[in-house]
């Protein structure tokens, strides 16, 4: 049963310096559990636990015509080396493009799914986050609807996430932020599935009520550029020409409500709800859309759980590098 917020948390604060200066989406995540945000504009996948962030991943989404559906799941099963069941409708495209017609890939580097499959809701959806065996296609906007990381990335976030867990796949056009000297950081993204449902009356308004609150300037011509030419990089609006580094850690603000006030946690009463580990057998059949990209397959040694780099505090693994510095995201966009 879900009660009122607690005002004295915020669930935005990133809680490791190797995550600082990720923009941070506009939604409020519980202060006990866990909860797993897609956002689809920014191609990055967050996993809380307990309100802090402990995971955060360049993600390929589904393109315009096969689109990630927006919504709240759970997350289902998780498969070791699935065996990718191929859909009718794949095996139709195989034979329109020429290609040889499978009805299953096994599980080895010729496979769509990578090493590890986690369900995403509902099977009957046909939706789940996995690997890849065409790193280079991560981060993208190319799936047939399916969520895709790069290999390793998969296997680090099997290993962490719980059956059960909340998810959440949002379509937010930019993050609105403040670092630890209170100054207003802006990344906008492009708009995948053209839905230009970008507020930016909501967002101005947000932005001038906490820059009035704690008396900074915005400088609007940096705001402008940001929105007219979206980079998926982090833009101060309230620093001085010379501040080029995040302070601190950065907080969302209620941006897509017009409220310049810092996102907080909520608080879900899990004493009943407490999720399940949900392993499939190895190799188990999965059959949803994905596309067979034809590229320099590379072998997956998969992460042993223990030596998932689980602990904020030690160094992050390089995926953990904001969408923007990876290379490929302007081509596969």
């Not at 600082?20 to 559990?33: C, F, N, R, S, T």
């Not at 309230?238 to 409220?259: A, E, F, M, P």
């Not at 040694?301 to 302007?330: C, I, K, M, Q, V």
């Amino acid at each position: 049963m879900l009660k009122p917020i607690l005002c004295a948390l915020t669930t935005t604060i990133i809680s490791t310096s190797a995550y600082a200066a990720i923009p941070m989406p506009d939604y409020a995540v519980p202060g006990q559990g866990q909860q797993v945000i897609l956002n689809i504009p920014q191609l990055r996948l967050f996993l809380f636990q307990d309100g802090k962030l402990i995971k955060t991943y360049p993600i390929t989404v589904g393109k315009a015509s096969t689109q990630t559906p927006l919504g709240e799941y759970k997350i289902g099963a998780k498969v070791t080396n699935p065996t990718w069941s191929v859909p009718l409708s794949i095996q139709k495209e195989m034979a329109a493009s020429g290609k040889t017609v499978q009805k299953s890939v096994p599980p080895g580097p010729n496979n769509p799914l990578g090493p590890v499959f986690v369900r995403l809701g509902a099977p009957r959806l046909g939706l789940g986050i996995h690997g890849t065996n065409v790193p280079s296609s991560v981060p993208g906007v190319r799936s047939h609807g399916c969520v895709r990381l790069r290999s390793p990335n998969a296997l680090d976030f099997a290993a962490a996430v719980q059956s059960g867990a909340d998810a959440a796949v949002i379509y937010q056009q930019a993050s609105v932020n403040t670092d630890a000297q209170n100054d207003i950081w802006i990344a906008v993204y492009r708009d995948p599935y053209n839905k230009r449902t970008l507020n930016k009356t909501l967002l101005n308004q947000s932005i001038s009520s906490w820059a009035e609150q704690h008396q900074l300037q915005v400088d609007h011509k940096r705001l402008n550029n940001a929105l007219n030419k979206p980079a998926n990089t982090l833009i101060c609006l309230t620093c001085s020409s010379g501040k080029t580094k995040v302070s601190g850690n950065l907080s969302s603000l209620q941006w897509t409500s017009g409220i310049g006030a810092i996102v907080e946690l909520k608080y879900i009463d899990t004493t009943d709800n407490k999720p399940k580990q949900e392993i499939a057998p190895e190799s188990s059949s999965i059959e949803v859309d994905e596309d067979a990209d034809e590229a320099p397959k590379q072998n997956i040694t998969p992460l042993h759980p223990a030596t998932t780099p689980a602990n904020p505090e030690r160094p992050a693994p390089a995926s953990t590098t904001p969408a923007s510095a990876d290379s490929g995201f302007d081509v596969l966009m």
